[in-house]
């Protein structure tokens, strides 16, 4: 186990106890660990993306209140999903950090993950959507004006998995 997956282990169990504390109540519907996968998704390699969002997704299934929880499939599909739109718009474009390109697969996959949540539900509520949309948005942009701008260029690092 490097010490790059150990510290990036470490982001994301910081997250999921975000998420399990739920600090700012239930005004806020963001899921703090689905912004992590989303991230690391975004700027890191299949093995170690696969690995932790696995594992996060099993421990969100044991801990989490819904009755019938399938996260560790959905956070292992968007992985991968994120993963492979990010290496073909690379392909496309040649550019690895396209600003614009991240957040819209961001977004798309935000929004493939509140539709799956309907469906898990059984309740679809438009208006929850983009309330959801557009908070997971702005706390991932900022998630990534933190991540990048404060952390990562103050100590010369690439990108949280060479942390």
């Avoid at 996959?109 to 949540?117: A, D, Q, R």
């Amino acid at each position: 186990m490097k010490i790059s997956i150990l510290k990036a282990f470490i982001f994301l169990l910081f997250l999921f106890f975000l998420d399990l504390l739920k600090p700012f109540g239930y005004s806020l519907p963001t899921e703090f660990l689905f912004l992590g996968i989303v991230y690391l998704s975004l700027n890191c390699d299949l093995k170690r993306l696969l690995i932790l969002s696995a594992i996060f997704g099993y421990i969100n299934d044991t801990f989490g209140q819904a009755a019938v929880s399938l996260r560790t499939l959905e956070y292992v599909v968007v992985s991968l999903l994120a993963y492979n739109l990010r290496i073909n718009f690379m392909l496309i474009d040649r550019k690895s950090e396209n600003f614009l390109i991240m957040v819209a697969i961001a977004f798309a996959l935000f929004f493939i993950h509140i539709i799956f949540s309907s469906f898990m539900m059984k309740l679809f509520l438009p208006l929850f959507i983009l309330h959801y949309l557009i908070q997971s948005t702005l706390i991932y942009l900022f998630l990534v004006w933190i991540l990048k701008d404060r952390i990562l260029n103050r100590y010369n690092l690439n990108n949280v998995c060479s942390l």
